[in-house]
């Protein structure tokens, strides 16, 4: 389809307008507002949208585009060439809307069907593609590569088609739409099942099984795994029921043989019962006097013990006492031998003070602050003299005659200097110089500062280092550095000896502890104190035994006269119960013997209580077993029902599994295929983008990298890639440019056919514009092109048949 001419009458804010455009290059200009996109979007609409439309869908779709000043009406009427032969089509939207497509022999289609169908023809190229490649609209060309991944995956599917058909003879058939099927069949029966581990995805059984998107396999396993459990349920049913039968006969047995030997044994048990008691009872007595007599020959011991400790105590008491006194005498003692030795350590700390000070005051005193002073007046003049010889002031003098100057530098002495004729001399100082002659006298000083201000500077600082030095009795700072040394020296021993005197001290004064020293007469003779204290710990702990042990005797003999009262009382006692071990023994004796085969009558007891024991239990777990036997209920399949419909799904699911391997096979070899003609098709296509974006970059682009059909970045020079994202806005609208005329190249292939584009060069730079605009001027002479600016510059670089919108 070539558009010829285009009439708007009405549409959106323009009342009529009548364009005519060639058939290679057409450039519609004019101003933002002129009506460009107005135009755009006559020719989209009078050729995709038809013309009876509802009433929400007319409010929606044409609604912007009624007439800006009233009207309900709006109306389109294009000219176009198909096969060289003219055609018209005309498009009314609004309550009398109408249709209609004149062909070449004069006949007229009306029915929307019939005429898109035939427009379809004539436009090689489905409404898509003109929407996402053949017809952009502005700011198209920068968002190309999101647009056509977000909105046109369709457009995307059918270039692949085109490509891959290049490659390989399909008849017609769509590989996308073959393998978009062989897909579709592989979901239906591989949804949620794992082919490679051959169970379902993350290993969901019936336990927790998956709700959506259960394919055919993993519907199947999950039939026969249901069964399966119900088989596994049912046999273990079956078996808990015959298990249970089971442990009831066998318990029934077991407490009929228990039953026997508790009623046979019941009389016997009875008898050695009593038995058992009354040789209890002969042990209590038994032990009752072999404690009366215990107590018997204890009772006098403990008493003469407790004499003899009472009779001891005294005397260990004094000894205490005698000891307590000599540990007093001995600690006295040694405190005023602690104290001489002290007054002796302090003493001489005393002298080393004393000599210190005298040392001190026989030194001149020259302290940190007076050395801190004269280093300071040294400091000061030696700046004040560097400040004054930083000046570096320099002359140069010739003689014309012979001739003796006095030479006078910064504040040094004059000195007499001699030239002969033509002679030249250079004198230097810092900030004065000054040339004298009987007849003249010359003085130079830099510029820099005031010198007679420095210069007195200078004599003040010398005079008053002069009072400082006298005034401290030195010639130098290095006399008073040694001076200072020296003094400070002896001020630190007398410090340290006061410290020393103090920390010998402690919290006593030396007049106290004189005192203290002057009240000893002499140190007694006296045992040491250690030895002392030995002593005492050892009487110490022999009284503190004594009285334990006293303690202790009391308390059993209190006990005893508790008990017993006294001795004859006891004596009583012991004798009631040898009587009583005598009566218990005759009525022992008066029981029937023992049941046949019993020895022990511990054991007999033991083992009938036992019985007893085990009989009760045997029935209370007769009660349970029964119990739990009616609480098991039978299965509503048996085992043998449930097995064969195991069998029927185990098989069914083998069946859906074949069939699944089988296109999962097919699919395999579809997708290598596929593979292989993805590598091969997206070729030609690759290197049609790489020649249009060579040329529009003047090759500093040449090589992309692409996905499918859509590139993903731009090689560099250095072989690296630049990723889409990272591109300029003008370097993504060469990209678009190229991608859109390589895509229409193969979907429009050699037919006449038309592209609509807005300002497609207005993000480029100059050099970019220029190349850009020679590539749409020689691709129009293949292509009908319609391009939309608001540039004048861009119009003059695109040439063609220019349409100037006022």
Not at 580 to 592: G, I
Not at 630 to 654: R, T, W
Request: charge should be negative; include cysteine.
């Amino acid at each position: 389809m070539i558009i010829s001419r285009i009439i708007l009458s009405p549409f959106a804010g323009i009342p009529h307008l009548d364009l005519s455009f060639n058939d290679g290059l057409n450039v519609i200009f004019g101003v933002n507002e002129a009506g460009k996109s107005t135009i755009f979007h006559a020719l989209y609409n009078v050729i995709f949208t038809e013309a009876k439309l509802t009433p929400a869908r007319f409010q929606k779709i044409m609604g912007r585009f009624l007439p800006i000043g009233g009207g309900d009406t709006i109306a389109v009427e294009l000219y176009f060439k198909h096969k060289n032969t003219d055609h018209y089509l005309k498009r009314k939207w609004g309550p009398s809307a109408e249709a209609a497509l004149k062909l070449p022999n004069g006949n007229i289609i009306s029915d929307e069907s019939t005429m898109a169908e035939y427009l379809e023809e004539c436009l090689s190229a489905s409404e898509g593609t003109y929407r996402s490649v053949l017809m952009t609209k502005q700011t198209g060309l920068t968002g190309t590569l999101e647009t056509l991944k977000k909105e046109h995956a369709e457009t995307i599917k059918n270039l692949g088609d085109i490509l891959k058909t290049a490659v390989l003879e399909t008849d017609g058939v769509s590989i996308e739409k073959f393998r978009d099927q062989l897909e579709t069949e592989f979901n239906e029966y591989f949804s949620r099942w794992d082919p490679n581990k051959n169970r379902p995805e993350g290993g969901k059984g019936i336990e927790k099984p998956w709700k959506k998107q259960v394919g055919q396999i993993l519907q199947a396993y999950y039939d026969k795994e249901t069964v399966r459990v119900a088989f596994e349920k049912a046999c273990q049913v079956e078996e808990a029921i015959d298990l249970a039968n089971q442990k009831i006969a066998g318990t029934k047995k077991e407490r009929d043989e228990i039953e026997r030997y508790v009623v046979t044994n019941k009389k016997a048990a009875g008898d050695v019962q009593e038995r058992k008691t009354i040789l209890v009872q002969i042990e209590n007595v038994g032990k009752d006097l072999a404690e009366y007599k215990k107590i018997n020959r204890d009772w006098p011991v403990r008493e003469k013990k407790l004499q003899d400790l009472n009779s001891n105590l005294p005397e260990q008491e004094k000894q205490v006492e005698a000891l307590k006194q000599k540990k007093a005498q001995a600690e006295q003692a040694e405190k005023n031998r602690k104290n001489v030795e002290k007054y002796k350590a302090v003493s001489a700390r005393k002298k080393q003070v004393e000599d210190a000070e005298n040392n001190l005051k026989s030194e001149q005193v020259l302290t940190d602050e007076d050395l801190n002073a004269i280093d300071g007046g040294f400091k000061q003049l030696n700046m004040l003299k560097t400040e004054l010889a930083a000046g570096k002031l320099s002359v140069n003098f010739e003689a014309k005659k012979p001739l003796a100057v006095s030479v006078t530098k910064d504040l040094e002495e004059p000195i007499k200097e001699s030239l002969k004729p033509g002679e030249s001399k250079s004198f230097e100082a810092g900030g004065r110089l000054r040339l004298d002659h009987p007849d003249w006298g010359l003085e130079v000083t830099t510029g820099e500062g005031d010198f007679a201000d420095l210069v007195q500077k200078i004599e003040s600082s010398n005079k008053a280092l002069d009072k400082l030095l006298k005034k401290h009795n030195v010639t130098s700072l290095e006399e008073a550095k040694k001076i200072n040394r020296t003094y400070e020296t002896c001020r630190q021993a007398v410090k340290t000896a006061q410290d020393n005197l103090k920390d010998e001290l402690g919290d006593t004064s030396f007049e106290e502890l004189e005192s203290l020293i002057k009240a000893v007469a002499e140190l007694p003779d006296v045992e040491p104190l250690a030895d002392v204290v030995g002593k005492l710990v050892t009487s110490q702990n022999q009284l503190e035994k004594i009285n334990t042990e006293l303690t202790q005797q009391k308390q059993v003999l209190d006990e005893y006269h508790k008990k017993y009262k006294d001795t004859d009382s006891l004596l009583n006692t012991m004798t009631d119960a040898i009587q009583k071990e005598k009566d218990l023994n005759k009525k022992l004796d008066a029981l029937s013997p023992l049941p046949d085969g019993i020895e022990d009558v511990e054991i007999f007891i033991e083992e009938y209580k036992q019985k007893q024991e085990e009989l009760a239990r045997l029935n209370e777990a007769l009660k349970e077993l029964e119990i739990e036997r009616a609480g098991i209920h039978a299965p509503d399949e048996s085992s043998e029902e449930l097995q064969k419909q195991l069998d029927e799904l185990n098989e069914k699911f083998d069946i859906v599994l074949r069939k699944g391997k089988a296109i999962l096979r097919v699919k395999t070899v579809a997708d290598e295929l596929g593979e292989h003609l993805d590598q091969q098709a997206f070729l030609g296509l690759k290197s049609d983008i790489e020649s249009f974006i060579s040329g529009m970059t003047d090759k500093r682009y040449k090589k992309i990298t692409i996905d499918e059909s859509l590139p993903t970045g731009f090689v560099r020079n250095d072989g690296n890639v630049l990723e889409t994202d990272l591109l300029s806005t003008g370097t993504l609208d060469v990209l678009g440019l190229a991608l859109r005329l390589t895509m229409a190249n193969y979907f429009l292939k050699d037919q006449e056919a038309f592209l609509v584009m807005d300002d497609p060069l207005v993000d480029m730079d100059i050099n970019r514009q220029s190349r850009a605009a020679n590539l749409l001027k020689e691709y129009s002479r293949t292509k009908q092109l319609i391009i939309f600016t608001c540039h004048p510059s861009h119009a003059d670089l695109l040439g063609g048949n220019r349409i100037v919108m006022d």
